[in-house]
């Protein structure tokens, strides 16, 4: 094979690795974009503040019933979320006062940087998601995590999705599939931490 021929070869198989990887992280922008994530960050990684950080979750899912009763789409969950930010916060301040501690809780909603997660059978692409996000005092701890749109964390769920719901979660990412998207994942998550290094710099 000629020289030319070699190139002209190369330079199809890149063209076509590109346009593949470029597709794929179209699909994971749309998982980003129709996902809500709850993420809940210990106090430390002592096993008591461990321990509290799980009271704290199923608090607030058992409440979730209630406090996004009627939410349908993802910006209907987060304008919830936002209205509902004090009961939250209420409700995880009072499982700390209830176990003895003194640690504070603060509650928001905000888009934060999440990097590959696998969460069951669900794998979530690294990049920016909109999140609850509950921090237990110095908030060093490790975290909780995990997706309340569609609600896959939630009783809610047990039920059924609506069509919405169900049409995001087919395209979320399954777990069976992730030696096929291994390396994509990979060339993702690294252009997700470059333009995040980029913004904040």
Known sequence: MKKKEWIVLIACIVSIALST???FG???YFIRENTLRLHIL????????QQLKLQVRDAVLEQSGFLF????????????AKQQLPLI?????????????????RVSVTDMFFETRQYDNVILPAGTYTAVRIELGRAQGKNWWCVLYPPLCVEAACSGF???????????????EL?????K??????????????REA
């Open 42 to 49: 210990a106090n430390s990684d002592d096993a008591t503040d």
């Open 179 to 183: 030696p096929k998207y291994r390396v």
């Open 162 to 176: 609506t069509q919405e719901e169900a049409q995001i979660s087919e395209s979320l990412l399954q777990q069976n």
């Open 21 to 23: 990887v470029v597709s």
């Open 26 to 28: 179209e699909e994971c």
């Open 69 to 80: 009763s009627g939410c349908e789409t993802r910006q209907a969950m987060i304008e919830a």
């Open 89 to 105: 916060q209420r409700t995880a301040q009072q499982v700390v006062a209830q176990n003895g501690s003194d640690q504070q809780v």
């Open 185 to 198: 994942l990979a060339v993702v998550e690294w252009w997700e931490s470059l333009l995040r290094r980029f």
